[in-house]
């Protein structure tokens, strides 16, 4: 069992929990023997809901935690003061190496702040980068920065196309995947004071495939792998991608209701829409890593159902058996 | 003949001029009588396009200009250089005061800049925003700035809204427009240095209804009537706009096509569809208005038809008639 990839759970994290949490481990370990999961939070509650479904009791451990951080709390008090929350005590699993990796559908600040300050950073990572996954027209694309910390440094964005280009290569097994600057034109010169003089890092950077600035309006057709920005910056693409398809698709609904032809079209072409949408979700790709850490932590939405917590699981055994932080190790060292 | 709205457009900017262009004028003219049009460009092209249109005569000049400005040229170069361009001739135009507008489908540098150097600033307007009205769930709102100068001041935002503001209220009848400013979460401590300085600004200026902090997400949904925020973050809002639903348009066409099923649905609710896409499209709101300048200046869509000039053209009627830079002077004034 020396092999297995340990993944601590946060059981109480999000709107569904504890039910999707603990469905989407029982699902993640039925569908891979190499992971165990640790879900942590309230074990009685847990114990509860484990009741429900047939798993091999090798692959899963409860841990005790009382306590539980709301998404309202402010994280770095939160994570100081809650010694005994499930958010804690699965970060220290993590710190002390008794689990590979954090899974979290809980308070992004706190998920953030833990990060840092229990886990701790790689040495030479100057700021860790939250990193989701995006949907594009032909796949999937990952942007970095979306954290909490603004106002990143030229280095910093040369740090997060290096350990981007790794996890896209390594975990999503994009070959040689293509780097992009996100910019307000594709011209060299575009762009404000960060993004002039990050430019010519990437394109001297040999770790990396530097495509050039792309433009926000090129991100959904899929003009990179690897998209680099600040958190600011990232944040608003992520965020309008999001407000953008849920928008359309309502807006598209309702036009199907609005008369009796449409209702009926609208019945036929169901199947084939739900197809198409689904591909187009961000909620279908599993959380969002947070990179450069002494281990992997995982964010995943607050809505997460028990799929995206089984394809966030699932995902850290790519990451474990590919070795992801000795990379990040090498090419950070390789850079000081 | 005195009270009318005189408006200069570049009949050989975008991709589809002189054709659209000079359709679009030709409705503006036969749409209403208060308005006059001087396509600026080369006469013998103009007149042979006219040809095609029947129109009042009186509402319709040509004004001869040899040269053009291509999309790719350096702008602050062109504008100095090319003296006999369309674009430069009708800045003149709106300079010497016998044009009150300018619309333009042409290069987005030179339009900024020559806005700026030949057509100049209000005195006490620091930057003139370029100012898209973008869809939302509900109606528009006017997005500021979304121009080529990047990492503006708070001082500036102050200003992007109170301008913002005025034309949302006098052009497009929003009564007491809500403003909103773009950031990465709705409390007010969130964000970069420029939103945080930003934000008390906003809150104790009397003169704007400011409803706080505005999430990307929340755009697409109407959030707020104006959306203030600097030139970088704005340029991703728009561009994510456009990128996102140009690409879920299209996976929802693939998707109607993928069966013989969905085939015919997609047949039955093409004509409700069309009309739902058509009011969540960029192209359906007229042009951009640079603010803050002597005279109005509208930037439309390279890829602009006869449809969105004859919307920008009759939006400078608004302009005209409520005083708009009257107001924006007051305003200003009031604030030194």
Not at 213 to 223: K, S, T
Not at 248 to 270: A, C, E, Y
Not at 278 to 302: D, I, R
Request: glycine residues 10%; negative net charge.
């Amino acid at each position: 069992m020396e092999n297995m990839v340990n993944v601590a759970v946060d059981a109480m994290g999000g709107d569904n929990a504890p039910f999707e949490i603990v469905k989407g481990a029982v699902e993640a370990v039925n569908e891979d023997k190499r992971v165990r999961v640790f879900l942590v939070g309230r074990e009685p509650v847990i114990r509860e809901e484990l009741k429900k479904y047939t798993y091999n009791e090798e692959q899963m451990e409860v841990v005790h935690a009382e306590e539980m951080i709301e998404t309202g709390e402010p994280p770095v008090m939160a994570i100081r003061k809650k010694k005994d929350s499930s958010i804690v005590k699965a970060m220290y699993l993590v710190k002390e190496g008794q689990c590979d990796a954090f899974v979290s559908a809980g308070s992004t600040g706190a998920v953030l702040v833990g990060g840092q300050v229990i886990v701790g950073r790689i040495k030479g990572v100057e700021r860790p980068p939250l990193a989701p996954i995006i949907p594009n027209a032909g796949g999937v694309s990952l942007l970095l920065d979306c954290g909490a910390n603004v106002d990143a440094r030229p280095s910093q964005l040369l740090q997060f196309a290096k350990m981007g280009s790794i996890y896209m290569e390594s975990v999503l097994g994009v070959k040689n995947p293509r780097v992009g600057l996100v910019n307000i034109g594709v011209e060299e010169e575009k762009g404000n004071a960060l993004t002039k003089e990050t430019y010519p890092l990437l394109l001297n950077c040999p770790e990396i495939n530097f495509v050039g600035n792309v433009e926000a309006r090129d991100i959904p057709a899929g003009a990179a792998d690897v998209l680099v920005c600040e958190a600011f910056a990232g944040n608003i693409v992520l965020k309008m991608l999001e407000g953008v398809s849920s928008v359309l698709v309502k807006k598209i609904r309702d036009g199907m209701m609005s008369s009796l032809r449409s209702k009926i079209g609208g019945f036929l072409v169901k199947p084939a829409l739900k197809q198409t949408l689904k591909a187009f979700s961000t909620e279908e790709y599993g959380g969002a890593p947070l990179l450069g850490l002494n281990g992997l932590v995982v964010k995943t939405h607050g809505s997460s159902n028990a799929i995206e917590i089984r394809h966030s699981i699932l995902q850290c055994i790519a990451f474990k058996e590919q070795n992801i932080n000795e990379k990040i190790k090498e090419q950070i060292v390789l850079e000081d």
